[in-house]
């Protein structure tokens, strides 16, 4: 008997801010990105099973006080990810790869936006909307940092009702302290954290 398409969950990953503002040379940068962001790509060459692929993107244009000469790298940040610029494009690691993406939003234009779900694509539709028109049920949650919007966009997949899942093996974070306390939200929200699939 065929499977009854209905019945399968759809799996989607979601790849969170891989910019190279967020990378080695960056205006903000992580230590590893540029390896999640070779990593990534090199999941996404293969075959990696996964029923829809979007992307996330910081794309500020005018974020407010999110952006600081003086930031205290909490709530305020050096401006990065400025809409238009090469640094808030796609990393180029991802340039192979990108006829395996499906969908991708782009968040922050005139505010702090650090989930993934505070994003739009070119046609305004969310990401819950990209998730739900596809009939996704299960998210895997990648890219930079695991400690704020990998972790901001996982709380969120899992307040919206998806099953999700963080890949800390395709992730990078800003620092252990805040990495720590990440792992302890999640855990508490219902969220695995995996090292791979």
């Given at each position: 008997?065929?499977?009854?398409p209905d019945q ?116 305004g539709r969310t ?71």
């Open positions: 008997m065929a499977e009854n399968h969950s759809r799996t989607a990953l979601l790849v969170v801010d891989v910019q190279p503002t967020f990378c080695e040379g960056g205006a903000l940068p992580v230590e590893g990105g540029n390896d999640v962001a070779a990593n990534v790509a090199n999941l996404l060459a293969g075959e990696h099973g996964y029923d829809l692929v979007v992307t996330t993107q910081d794309w500020h244009i005018d974020p407010g006080d999110h952006f600081s000469d003086e930031p205290d790298f909490v709530d305020t940040w050096p401006p990065h990810g400025v809409a238009g610029t090469a640094e808030a494009e796609l990393h180029p690691a991802l340039d192979r790869v990108t006829d395996r993406i499906d969908a991708g939003v782009r968040k922050g234009m005139h505010a702090a936006a650090y989930s993934g779900f505070e994003g739009v694509d070119d046609d990401l819950n909307d990209v998730l739900s028109t596809a009939g996704v049920h299960e998210v895997d949650v990648v890219g930079i940092a695991f400690d704020h919007c990998v972790r901001a966009t996982a709380m969120d997949a899992a307040a919206n009702g998806y099953a999700t899942t963080v890949i800390d093996g395709l992730s990078a974070s800003v620092a252990p302290e805040t990495e720590a306390a990440a792992r302890t939200q999640l855990a508490d929200a219902g969220i695995e954290v995996i090292t791979s699939r």
